[in-house]
């Protein structure tokens, strides 16, 4: 979803923020060799991002994470 955001297509308009969110989260939770791959990925992006933009991509992926945090004890 990252890299479609991220390129935006015919059906999903370009959003450098979400991107930003989606390759975070898959980068963090996915396996070793898929953080490596989305690596590439990030820095494409952040080179064509604003600070404005990081920030939002910032504030999402720190949104889903308290949001799907498992709860304590569990």
Not at 3 to 30: F, K, N, P
């Amino acid at each position: 979803m990252g890299i479609v955001l991220m390129r935006g297509h015919e059906a999903v308009s370009q959003d450098l923020a979400e991107a930003y969110t989606w390759l975070s989260l898959a980068a963090a939770r996915g396996p070793t060799e898929l953080a490596t791959e989305l690596a590439s990925y990030r820095v494409q992006l952040l080179r064509r991002m604003t600070p404005e933009q990081i920030a939002a991509g910032q504030r999402r992926v720190a949104e889903f994470i308290a949001q799907h945090a498992p709860a304590a004890g569990t």
